[in-house]
């Protein structure tokens, strides 16, 4: 069963940064694509931000220059830089993969999804 381990969350002030990173195991395919979705509390989980095997990208609108995603191949990790966090970043943050090249950004695509990290962003 593929494993997805999230770590990097915390708690930090508006206007700091965090890196989230994501390291997928016991995987059974070579090629796939990972995302990161968020789900803050009363809210439904969204998409933020995905990399494929290439290392072509999409972000939400409202992460676009601030959050980076970024991918290590040989190590099957992915990364989420956010800076500049605003307190309506905070949530819980999500690993996911896809067997596919393609780029989603509806999570039921994703094959596979990590336990989350808390992100809390305080004003």
Not at 32 to 40: D, G, L, V
Not at 63 to 89: A, C, W
Not at 93 to 107: F, G, K, L, N
Request: hydrophobic share 35%; aromatic share 12%.
């Amino acid at each position: 069963q593929v494993q997805l381990v999230e770590s990097g969350g915390g708690l930090v002030q508006a206007g700091g940064s965090l890196r989230l990173s994501c390291e997928a195991s016991r995987l059974t395919f070579s090629v796939y694509t990972m995302a990161w979705f968020r789900q803050a509390p009363g809210k439904q989980r969204e998409f933020v931000a995905a990399i494929n095997w290439y290392g072509n990208t999409a972000y939400t609108d409202s992460v676009k220059g601030r959050f980076t995603i970024s991918r290590d191949n040989v190590h099957n990790t992915i990364y989420l830089q956010m800076n500049s966090l605003k307190p309506e970043d905070t949530a819980v943050y999500y690993c996911a993969i896809d067997r596919s090249m393609v780029i989603h950004t509806t999570q039921n695509e994703y094959d596979y999804w990590g336990q989350g990290t808390q992100v809390t962003v305080s004003s």
